[in-house]
């Protein structure tokens, strides 16, 4: 729960991201500490898991929605974020995951990653939700804030 511009500001806060992604550690390679077009990261998962670093690109500022790509430099995966404004005080945030066609990696994913990966994702939007939530409840920005087009903010009529 929260106005898309905080929404946006706190998911788009790449140093704020573990904060909400279960099983994010950190993140960490920044080149820019403004979230732009080309800002690349490290999403550091752990000894478990190979860290991964990200590019964004595509952004797209539509009336009420915003949409952004983060495609990882090595393995072929791409993330899709899309933020949606519903009311003046709610957006609904998506996540898209793509990765390469490979029946191998995908049937082992469906074997032993997805249960585990839908409750971390449950859990992550519960957490960015109670977050984004008290920041518009107490009238508080979050430390780091991007100015949006209009458009974005602005409901249709």
């Not at 904060?19 to 390679?29: A, E």
């Not at 082992?108 to 984004?132: P, Q």
């Amino acid at each position: 729960d929260g106005p898309i511009d905080i929404v946006f500001n706190v998911v788009s806060d790449y140093y704020f991201r573990s904060k909400f992604i279960v099983g994010q550690l950190d993140n960490d390679l920044q080149n820019h500490k403004i979230f732009q077009y080309g800002s690349i990261h490290r999403c550091i998962l752990g000894k478990k898991n190979e860290d991964t670093i990200f590019v964004t690109h595509n952004y797209a500022f539509d009336q009420n929605r915003i949409t952004f790509v983060e495609t990882d430099k090595g393995n072929g995966v791409s993330v899709v974020w899309s933020l949606q404004a519903i009311s003046k005080e709610k957006t609904r945030i998506g996540i898209a995951n793509f990765i390469k066609p490979n029946f191998i990696k995908v049937g082992l994913f469906n074997l032993f990653m997805k249960n585990k990966t839908a409750k971390g994702m449950a859990e992550s939007w519960r957490i960015l939700n109670e977050y984004c939530e008290k920041l518009a409840t107490e009238n508080i920005s979050h430390p780091n804030s991007i100015v949006l087009p209009e458009k974005v903010t602005q409901l249709a009529q």
